[in-house]
Protein backbone atom coordinates (compact mmCIF):
# COMPACT_ATOMS: atom_id res chain seq x y z
CA UNK A 1 0.00 0.00 0.00
CA UNK A 2 1.23 3.63 -0.31
CA UNK A 3 2.75 5.94 1.77
CA UNK A 4 -0.43 7.92 0.31
CA UNK A 5 -3.19 5.84 1.19
CA UNK A 6 -3.61 4.85 4.69
CA UNK A 7 -4.72 1.30 4.86
CA UNK A 8 -7.39 -0.37 7.50
CA UNK A 9 -7.01 -1.89 10.33
CA UNK A 10 -9.88 -4.40 9.69
CA UNK A 11 -10.52 -6.96 6.92
CA UNK A 12 -12.63 -9.75 6.19
CA UNK A 13 -12.74 -13.16 5.26
CA UNK A 14 -15.51 -14.92 3.73
CA UNK A 15 -15.91 -18.29 4.51
CA UNK A 16 -18.36 -21.60 4.33
CA UNK A 17 -20.22 -23.47 7.38
CA UNK A 18 -17.66 -25.96 7.39
CA UNK A 19 -14.43 -23.59 7.35
CA UNK A 20 -16.10 -21.35 10.08
CA UNK A 21 -16.29 -24.18 12.69
CA UNK A 22 -13.19 -25.17 11.69
CA UNK A 23 -11.66 -21.84 12.67
CA UNK A 24 -13.82 -21.98 15.89
CA UNK A 25 -12.63 -25.72 16.91
CA UNK A 26 -9.09 -25.60 15.95
CA UNK A 27 -8.61 -21.58 16.81
CA UNK A 28 -7.23 -21.09 13.47
CA UNK A 29 -7.55 -21.45 10.00
CA UNK A 30 -4.75 -22.34 7.31
CA UNK A 31 -7.09 -21.38 4.29
CA UNK A 32 -9.80 -22.44 1.69
CA UNK A 33 -8.87 -24.30 -1.33
CA UNK A 34 -7.88 -20.99 -3.28
CA UNK A 35 -5.67 -19.62 -0.59
CA UNK A 36 -4.07 -23.23 -0.33
CA UNK A 37 -3.65 -22.50 -4.31
CA UNK A 38 -2.14 -19.27 -4.15
CA UNK A 39 0.02 -19.41 -1.21
CA UNK A 40 -2.06 -16.87 0.94
CA UNK A 41 -5.41 -16.41 2.40
CA UNK A 42 -7.48 -13.72 0.36
CA UNK A 43 -8.77 -11.04 2.20
CA UNK A 44 -11.34 -7.85 1.37
CA UNK A 45 -11.74 -4.47 2.74
CA UNK A 46 -15.39 -3.44 3.70
CA UNK A 47 -15.62 -1.50 0.36
CA UNK A 48 -14.61 -4.55 -1.87
CA UNK A 49 -16.47 -7.23 0.96
CA UNK A 50 -20.02 -7.18 -1.59
CA UNK A 51 -17.99 -7.49 -4.74
CA UNK A 52 -15.91 -10.56 -3.74
CA UNK A 53 -18.96 -12.05 -2.32
CA UNK A 54 -21.18 -11.37 -5.83
CA UNK A 55 -17.89 -12.48 -7.76
CA UNK A 56 -16.57 -15.52 -5.87
CA UNK A 57 -19.28 -17.11 -4.14
CA UNK A 58 -22.75 -16.64 -6.12
CA UNK A 59 -25.43 -18.75 -5.44
CA UNK A 60 -24.03 -20.52 -2.44
CA UNK A 61 -25.44 -20.46 1.28
CA UNK A 62 -24.41 -20.88 4.56
CA UNK A 63 -21.76 -18.31 4.04
CA UNK A 64 -20.04 -16.32 7.06
CA UNK A 65 -18.02 -13.16 7.49
CA UNK A 66 -15.11 -12.97 9.80
CA UNK A 67 -13.97 -9.52 10.93
CA UNK A 68 -9.87 -9.63 11.03
CA UNK A 69 -7.52 -7.15 12.90
CA UNK A 70 -4.93 -6.95 10.62
CA UNK A 71 -2.64 -5.08 13.45
CA UNK A 72 -2.90 -8.92 15.12
CA UNK A 73 -1.61 -11.34 12.89
CA UNK A 74 1.77 -12.37 13.48
CA UNK A 75 2.32 -12.52 9.93
CA UNK A 76 2.51 -9.09 8.08
CA UNK A 77 -0.54 -8.67 5.67
CA UNK A 78 0.77 -7.71 2.23
CA UNK A 79 -1.63 -5.35 -0.08
CA UNK A 80 -1.07 -6.31 -3.71
CA UNK A 81 -2.96 -5.73 -6.79
CA UNK A 82 -5.65 -7.90 -7.70
CA UNK A 83 -9.40 -8.03 -9.36
CA UNK A 84 -9.33 -4.61 -11.49
CA UNK A 85 -6.39 -2.95 -10.12
CA UNK A 86 -7.68 -3.02 -6.59
CA UNK A 87 -5.68 -3.64 -3.42
CA UNK A 88 -6.32 -6.55 -1.71
CA UNK A 89 -5.01 -7.28 1.90
CA UNK A 90 -3.38 -11.02 2.02
CA UNK A 91 -1.68 -13.22 5.11
CA UNK A 92 0.79 -15.14 4.23
CA UNK A 93 0.17 -17.65 7.39
CA UNK A 94 -2.15 -18.84 9.20
CA UNK A 95 -5.90 -16.87 10.75
CA UNK A 96 -5.87 -17.46 14.23
CA UNK A 97 -8.92 -16.92 15.93
CA UNK A 98 -7.63 -14.62 18.54
CA UNK A 99 -7.15 -11.99 15.52
CA UNK A 100 -11.11 -12.00 14.58
CA UNK A 101 -13.07 -9.27 16.21
CA UNK A 102 -16.26 -10.45 15.05
CA UNK A 103 -18.18 -13.42 12.90
CA UNK A 104 -21.31 -14.13 11.70
CA UNK A 105 -23.91 -15.61 9.11
CA UNK A 106 -23.45 -13.67 6.25
CA UNK A 107 -26.47 -11.35 5.70
CA UNK A 108 -27.29 -8.45 3.19
CA UNK A 109 -29.42 -5.00 3.93
CA UNK A 110 -31.77 -3.89 1.86
CA UNK A 111 -29.44 -2.52 -0.80
CA UNK A 112 -28.24 -5.87 -1.37
CA UNK A 113 -24.89 -4.71 1.09
CA UNK A 114 -23.09 -7.74 3.17
CA UNK A 115 -23.25 -6.61 6.33
CA UNK A 116 -20.72 -6.07 8.07
CA UNK A 117 -20.28 -8.61 11.40
CA UNK A 118 -20.53 -6.40 14.66
CA UNK A 119 -18.82 -7.72 18.03
CA UNK A 120 -21.61 -8.34 20.71
Known amino acids: ?4 AVAPSTAYKVLTSEQMAALEADGGFAGAPIDL ?3 YIHLSTAAQL ?3 VDKHF ?3 SGLHVAAVDLDALDDPVKWEE ?4 QLFPHIYGPLPLAAVL ?3 PLE ?3 AGKVRLPVAG
Open 37 to 39: ADG
Open 102 to 104: AYG
Open 108 to 110: RDH
Open 1 to 4: MSDA
Open 50 to 52: TET
Open 82 to 85: SRGG
Open 58 to 60: AGQ
